[in-house]
């Protein structure tokens, strides 16, 4: 009888690692402050564009905050948040011989450091893919109504956080240049069961996947 239970018991693995790791993963934020600023800027710019008529009558003044937040929340996700939040990070560079080029870097999981928390993903893609699509609706509502001086505001808007979004789809699916099998790949992913790497390195340390296009 003993004999029997020693068996039973035998091939019974517990691997608390993982199920520590998945509790991390799914309860806290790590990076609260760059969480905050993700947002900040790019819901403040919406905010400040909807109620500019509240807080001023100067277009210029009205103009010049808005692109400001709008500059601030290209350069913090490009550069910070992204590679804080999720662990990725895009930029373009021109060579010598005149050629763009796009580089993206991914970190890996490691078995000494924790992945990316899901909280802090769905915050980082759900703010990533909603306020271009805000800045779409006001582009038409603008055309329509005909107030056109807020026009290249609006495709500022656009562009500046249409190039993140679109840097980020390209680094996450491992910078594959057909924009059409990028898309419907990352479309077919669910934004809440992101699979982020783990730490982000700089290139020239170990662990550090990039990819060049």
Known sequence: M????????????????NEEELAFRKAKIRHPLAAFFHLFFRVSAIVTYVCCDWFSRSFV?????????????FWSVKNVTGRLMVGLRWWNQIDEDGKSHWIFE??????????????????????L??????????FFSTLFSLKLKWLALVIAGISL????????????MGGESDISKVTARFLSQTVFQTACPSDFQKPHLEGLEIHKC
């Open 161 to 172: 956080q249409a190039a993140n979004l679109y840097g980020y789809i390209l680094c996450k």
């Open 106 to 127: 991914a970190r890996k999981v490691s078995a000494n450091h924790f992945a990316a928390t899901e909280a802090e993903a769905r915050i980082f893609w759900l703010g």
């Open 129 to 138: 893919i909603i306020c271009p699509m805000i800045w779409i609706v006001f």
């Open 2 to 17: 003993k004999q029997a239970l020693v068996d039973d018991t035998e091939d019974v693995s517990l691997d608390f690692g």
């Open 61 to 73: 003044g009205c103009f010049v905050t808005v692109l400001l937040l709008l500059s601030f929340d």
